[in-house]
């Protein structure tokens, strides 16, 4: 299909395209990809620690994926939601079986930002009331609903679509919003969580959404002991919890889920990106005590495509014959384990936070006053470019000062190697 490719054709298209990206574009034409590698047109390999935005859960185009898809799209390729499949009921069935404690519903969507509007309708069949709680520096997508949900764009004109927000500081315990320190501060950013709640509206909010491990804001972590606190607020003022998991879900912190790692089980667990192994596939598991959706509530004609319910049942099959959460602690152990060396020599770094494969390194000028170093960070995307690393940054959201290291949970140790050997040698050149 592809074979006659002229320069004028690909310039005509560039031209031709109407904006809606993230970010700036980078100038790479892809010409394929192999586990963690993607190739330019002129034969260039990159490794990629952005995993395609975490989507590359397996790498590119893993052989048992692309098997799995190739026998099914022999059989049919799209089916309406009405029917039953053998990809969507057996998924379903899957997907059940490894979600924690009660989540045993199974619903799905098209995107992130449909999924997490599914997770929204579920609250309010569930619960009265219109007030939704998010945490500050969220991302949850840019649908008109969901674009409120998150942290304010800049230039954002589209808020007056969703639902009332209030917005509560986040455990950023790098930059306390309380000027504490972990683990004296005994979670007080909870306590100032429940005030703001309790007397910033004149309704009862009926859910919290928030991602366990914020990466589009920052790549922020949390202590543990704050999801308890949180899931602990929730009850005691009667909203629902729910985990969008988009990012987090099958493997990236070496458990299926960070409900997993956590051992804190949301009402509602929004999933997507890497379980498609490269297809798209988004949804929402629910606790089996929630009521469900009514008819027509939630459906999207392309939703239970079994192309990609195909893709997913490999992917997570992949992710248990390869033992996948090994690999995804022990190379994120020693690329942890690395940066937090390197932290020892260059005062740049200012922050390593790392859980498995989900890995953010943010960049100050200064130790003492933590200014966000922003041009380096961008620097270290550039530079990484041509030294055949792709990483990944946090330009959009947040501060803009961290660089993110998330590559497909396939990652080999050679490969993670050259990774830390072009991190260094990218300080080394921002020291000049
Ligand atoms: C945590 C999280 N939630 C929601 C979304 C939105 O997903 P989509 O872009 O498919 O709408 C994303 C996408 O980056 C995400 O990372």
Redesign the pocket.
């Known amino acids: 299909m592809f074979e006659h490719i002229s320069q004028e054709d690909l310039d005509a298209g560039w031209k031709a395209l109407g904006g809606g990206g993230v970010g700036s574009a980078i100038p790479i034409v892809v010409s394929h990809g192999k586990g963690s590698t993607l190739y330019d047109l002129d034969g260039k390999a990159y490794i990629d620690c952005t995993s395609q935005?975490?989507s590359l859960s397996v790498g590119y185009s893993h052989p048992k994926v692309i098997s799995a898809v190739t026998e099914q799209i022999q059989k049919y390729t799209h089916i309406r939601t009405s029917f039953g499949t053998i990809p969507k009921l057996l998924l379903s069935k899957k997907l059940a079986e490894l979600a924690p404690g009660n989540l045993k519903k199974v619903t799905y969507a098209l995107?992130?930002?449909d999924a997490?509007e599914g997770a929204v309708k579920l609250a309010l069949r569930n619960r009265n009331g219109n007030t939704f709680v998010t945490l500050m520096d969220a991302?949850?997508?840019?649908s008109l609903a969901m674009i409120n949900f998150s942290w304010p764009h800049p230039n954002n004109r589209f808020t007056s679509f969703s639902p009332p927000i209030i917005r509560i500081p986040q455990a950023y315990c790098y930059r306390c919003p309380l000027r504490l320190e972990y683990p004296a501060c005994q979670l007080a950013c909870v306590e100032l969580a429940r005030d703001i709640i309790l007397r910033g509206t004149s309704e009862p909010p009926l859910a919290l959404m928030m991602?366990p491990f914020q990466?589009?804001g920052g790549m922020i972590c949390f202590p543990p002991e704050y999801f308890k606190a949180i899931r602990n607020l929730c009850d005691d003022l009667n909203m629902l919890l729910i985990f969008?998991e988009?990012?987090t879900g099958f493997g990236r912190l070496g458990t299926w889920f960070a409900a997993d790692y956590y051992q804190v089980i949301p009402d509602i667990l929004v999933f997507?990106k890497g379980v498609g192994g490269g297809f798209p596939l988004?949804g929402v598991i629910y606790d089996q005590g929630l009521k469900s959706f009514m008819p027509g509530d939630h459906s999207y004609t392309f939703a239970h495509f079994p192309v990609s319910m195909t893709a997913a049942l490999a992917t997570i099959q992949v992710i248990e014959e390869e033992n996948l959460f090994d690999n995804v602690r022990t190379i994120g152990g020693f690329i942890a384990q690395r940066l937090r060396e390197l932290q020892q020599s260059y005062e740049i770094i200012g922050d390593v936070r790392a859980i498995g494969l989900m890995i953010g390194v943010e960049l100050v000028k200064d130790r003492k006053t933590k200014e966000p170093a922003c041009e380096e960070a961008e620097k270290f995307v550039k530079e990484g470019l041509k030294r055949g690393v792709i990483f990944g940054e946090s330009r959009y959201m947040g501060l803009g000062n961290i660089v993110k290291i998330k590559p497909p949970l396939v990652i080999t140790q050679s490969e993670a190697e050259k990774v830390m050997e072009v991190f260094e040698d990218i300080l080394k050149a921002l020291k000049k």
Do not use: L, M, T, V
């Open positions: 935005a975490w995107s992130g930002s997490n991302y949850h997508g840019r991602e990466g589009n969008d988009i990012q997507g988004f």
